[in-house]
């Protein structure tokens, strides 16, 4: 009888309850739970060549309000994806493991991470992790799909329109910052310590508000984004008065730099989109991941002139 060899699953993961599952249905010896982004890079630098690998988002507890751990200690998802790809696939003349991304998709910036991860790094499997069990796990390692149908064929369509969040190779930068700046240039620039041009910035804000809303109707995005945000930044609108509709219609013809975000409404969707998916703009790896991924070179909005 023919010997099969074992799969070798590596498993990046911050939820000690899912080892259990994943060691029923892979069995110990070649399972390789990582935790953070430093324990998946060992792994990888022990020689070990994983035929899968299982791979969630954000791993830090201090996201969770219950103190512990920050991205910028364990790394998130980006972190593994990238190392991948630095050693495997074409390049290396090595075989890619399967990747699947195992993640909440409904929490905070997972959704927009299992398109990066699809788009820019060709992951073959989309799954929440709250379907995670041992006969789901079981069924992926002999080859199953279990990516959800509808958002399988919206990865594949209308993944480019991630591509467009990031047509500058600077833009990853200034979002990066966007929620803490408040959506303001000035604030923006300041943080970036001047490595990013305020002409840069301000193009940056002109020219996102449409590929925002262009990602909210391609993938159903939280409706309510902007809201809570600018509620925390400045005044909430309330309904306007015909005297505050004349003021209004005065200022769309003045340039002073001085008129308040609450009443722009075109900005509402970005600083909303970088508050509700914050955790995806500020990965500690987003840049590097950008750099990788060169989502300049295939993005189908127009770069702005």
Request: with cysteine; charged share 20%; aromatic share 10%.
């Amino acid at each position: 009888m023919m010997n099969t060899r074992a799969p070798q699953v590596i498993v990046l993961e911050d939820h000690p309850a899912l080892r259990t599952a994943f060691e029923a249905a892979v069995g110990a010896e070649t399972l390789y739970w990582c935790s953070t982004v430093n324990e998946f890079r060992y792994v990888l630098d022990s020689g070990v060549i994983p035929d899968l690998a299982f791979l969630d988002f954000a791993l830090d507890t201090a996201g969770l309000g219950i103190g512990g751990t920050f991205a910028s200690e364990t790394g998130t998802g980006f972190g593994a994806l990238i190392e991948l790809h630095r050693r495997f696939g074409p390049l290396n003349n090595m075989p890619k493991p399967r990747t699947i991304i195992s993640t909440a998709l409904n929490d905070q910036g997972r959704l927009l991470y299992a398109i990066a991860a699809s788009h820019w790094f060709d992951a073959d499997v989309v799954v929440d992790k709250q379907a995670v069990q041992a006969a789901l796990i079981a069924d992926i390692i002999a080859g199953s799909d279990p990516t959800p149908p509808n958002l399988k064929t919206n990865l594949r369509t209308n993944g480019y329109v991630l591509d467009d969040l990031f047509a500058a190779t600077d833009w990853a930068a200034i979002w990066q910052v966007w929620a803490a700046s408040a959506g303001r240039d000035e604030v923006a620039y300041a943080r970036l310590n001047g490595t990013v041009a305020k002409n840069a910035i301000r193009k940056f804000r002109e020219n996102m508000p449409e590929r925002v809303q262009n990602l909210h109707d391609a993938f159903f995005l939280h409706e309510q984004w902007g809201k809570l945000d600018l509620a925390q930044i400045a005044n909430e609108v309330s309904q306007p008065t015909v005297k505050d509709l004349i003021h209004n219609w005065i200022r769309k013809f003045e340039a002073d730099e001085k008129r308040t975000k609450n009443v722009r409404y075109d900005y509402r969707p970005l600083l909303g989109l970088a508050h509700q998916h914050s955790a995806f703009f500020t990965a500690p790896e987003l840049n590097a991941a950008v750099t990788v991924a060169e989502p300049w070179k295939r993005a189908q909005a127009p770069f702005p002139v």
